[in-house]
């Protein structure tokens, strides 16, 4: 147990989960209580760009970060990125292989990648909608990053909100970042420990 939700930790000495997974009786489900200090609402993501007190990771696919003359593929209202947003592709970052495995990293390697500064600050984990972000919060929480969190409205619901801004060369958005070197993190080996 571990603020919120179980999690079992791979098997020892492995980079892998257990294969077997509990059982759930149809109609006798748990209530599930989700630790508000887990999520990450559009409100508090707005604030964290505005304050700089949190590492924002993009973990989708470099289009979709770089945003698309042509819009969103899935349909969101823009095309690109929330501002201070760092790219961090999940499946290169949590997969063997650059995401071509499906062997997971050991959390040394997982956690080496983060961006500086990862060790000190929230990490708020975000992709289109909450699903490919969701699997990367719990990866990173599993590791033992205590202080991630999921925004689990992801792009969709920024991106809905016309009044936040957004950066990106898709529809709705205002080009590039000016650094966007240093927020391309994804791959370099970001020492976030």
Same mark, same amino acid.
Request: net charge negative; proline share 6%.
């Given at each position: 147990?571990?603020q919120?939700?179980t999690?079992?930790? $791979?098997i020892?000495?492995?980079?892998t989960?257990?294969?077997v997974?509990?059982?759930?009786? $149809?109609?006798?489900?748990p209530?599930l209580?989700?630790?508000?200090?887990?999520?990450?609402?559009?409100?508090?993501?707005?604030?964290?760009?505005?304050? %700089?007190?949190a590492?924002i990771l993009?973990?989708?696919?470099?289009?979709?970060y770089d945003?698309?003359?042509?819009?969103?593929?899935y349909?969101?209202?823009?095309?690109?990125?929330? $501002?201070?947003?760092?790219?961090?592709?999940?499946?290169?970052?949590l997969?063997?292989s650059?995401?071509?495995s499906?062997?997971?990293?050991h959390?040394?390697?997982?956690?080496?990648?983060?961006?500086?500064g990862?060790?000190?600050?929230?990490?708020v984990?975000?992709?289109?909608?909450?699903?490919r972000?969701?699997?990367?919060f719990?990866l990173?929480?599993?590791? %033992?990053?205590?202080?991630?969190?999921?925004?689990?409205?992801?792009w969709?619901?920024?991106?809905?909100?016309?009044?936040?801004?957004?950066?990106?060369?898709?529809?709705?958005?205002?080009?590039?970042?000016?650094d966007?070197?240093d927020?391309?993190?994804? %791959?370099?080996? %970001?020492?976030?420990?």
């Amino acid at each position: 147990q571990k603020q919120g939700f179980t999690l079992e930790a $791979p098997i020892a000495g492995t980079n892998t989960l257990p294969d077997v997974l509990p059982s759930v009786v $149809p109609g006798n489900l748990p209530t599930l209580h989700i630790d508000p200090l887990l999520r990450a609402t559009t409100e508090l993501v707005e604030y964290m760009t505005q304050t %700089g007190d949190a590492i924002i990771l993009d973990v989708r696919e470099r289009s979709e970060y770089d945003g698309l003359p042509t819009g969103d593929p899935y349909g969101a209202a823009r095309s690109g990125h929330v $501002p201070t947003a760092r790219f961090w592709n999940w499946k290169n970052e949590l997969f063997e292989s650059g995401g071509s495995s499906s062997t997971l990293k050991h959390c040394e390697d997982i956690l080496d990648s983060l961006p500086i500064g990862a060790e000190a600050k929230d990490v708020v984990a975000y992709c289109t909608g909450g699903i490919r972000s969701g699997f990367t919060f719990m990866l990173l929480h599993a590791c %033992g990053l205590d202080h991630s969190r999921n925004f689990d409205g992801s792009w969709w619901a920024w991106a809905s909100d016309e009044v936040l801004p957004c950066t990106g060369e898709g529809p709705g958005c205002s080009g590039s970042d000016e650094d966007d070197d240093d927020a391309a993190v994804g %791959g370099n080996g %970001g020492s976030g420990r």
